[in-house]
């Protein structure tokens, strides 16, 4: 009886996910996230830390599986959509609502160059989850004979976008209206915050998601994913990351002072509100996204590891 040797992994390095250096890479940045999500509440660190401690996870990621020069492309397309919205509502009110930024830190126009950075890194973590969600829809956007492919091509920017959504409106009021990070000029009732925040969040988000998917689509990187399913784990990392991202107003919400706050347009709020109408939102929001995700990952049966 003869005995069959499994077939070694020949991806080239610079293919998704080959074993190695990276995947040690991307664990201690997502441990870094985990621990700026711990100390945060206890140090007295700015909530948006965890934010700008998951960039470097987010740009390994993005080169890890769609291969550098795309995930290069992201990150263009991303920054350019973002600063020209943000400057465009700063300026005209349309899509987000009047709004500014304080302090003098370093920008394009009026749009702070770190915010942008943010959007970008936040993006590809929410659109890895959305993917995760639809089964690595990502996966199938170069596939030209996947059922539905044209309706994945849309629904994963779509949900994406709310992903993306569903961390602002869990967050925007606590970085506003209590840490003033930005300021929105005739506030608004979402403690603060105008509605039209949150329906420009979706469509601007859209817009660089559908681009993206359109690049993936024309192209042969997302089929350079092993057919039968990738590697969970860089899936499971963005998971984790997005949950941290809105455990952090949560955290929040049991370290509260219940003190007076006001908006730009003199309207008084109470943090003890504020941050229990965003705990109880990211509670049955984002934290039930984080849990449908697992659930995918856990029944996709894992692909081989490279050896």
């Known amino acids: 009886m003869s005995t069959v040797t499994p077939t070694p992994d020949t991806r080239a390095a610079g293919t998704p996910y080959a074993r190695g250096g990276w995947d040690v890479a991307a664990r201690v940045l997502t441990g870094l996230a985990a621990l700026a999500t711990v ?45 020209v ?124 998601y559908q681009i993206f998917a359109l690049v993936l689509s024309r192209g042969r990187t997302a089929s350079r994913l092993p057919a039968g399913g990738e590697r969970r784990e860089p899936l499971a990392l963005a998971v984790a990351v997005y949950f941290m991202l809105c455990a952090v107003t949560m955290i929040q919400f049991f370290g509260d002072d219940h003190r007076l706050v006001s908006d730009a347009a003199g309207r008084i709020w109470n943090t003890a509100d504020l941050y229990e109408g965003l705990f109880s939102f990211n509670l049955f929001g984002p934290v039930v996204m984080v849990m449908l995700a697992a659930t995918k990952l856990a029944s996709t049966p894992p692909s081989p590891a490279p050896r």
């Not at 470097?56 to 890890?64: D, I, Q």
């Not at 608004?188 to 329906?199: A, I, K, M």
């Open 85 to 208: 919205f943000e400057n465009l509502s700063i300026a005209t009110g349309f899509p987000f609502g009047h709004y500014s930024y304080p302090g003098t830190s370093p920008r394009i126009i009026d749009f702070p160059i770190q915010v942008a950075v943010a959007y970008c890194a936040l993006g590809m973590i929410c659109w890895l989850v959305a993917s995760t969600l639809l089964d690595g829809a990502d996966r199938r956007l170069a596939d030209r004979s996947a059922p539905g492919r044209r309706v994945t091509v849309v629904a994963l920017p779509a949900l994406a976008a709310a992903l993306m959504t569903m961390f602002d409106l869990g967050s925007d009021s606590a970085s506003s209206t209590v840490q003033h990070a930005w300021v929105w000029t005739n506030g608004g009732g979402v403690y603060g915050v105008p509605w039209t925040n949150y329906l420009g969040w979706w469509f601007v988000t859209y817009v660089f």
């Open 39 to 83: 100390l945060m509440p206890i140090l007295g660190i700015p909530g948006n830390i965890v934010i700008f401690a998951s960039v470097p996870l987010a740009v390994v990621l993005a080169g890890r599986r769609y291969g550098w020069w795309t995930a290069a492309t992201y990150l263009v397309v991303t920054f350019v959509v973002a600063n």
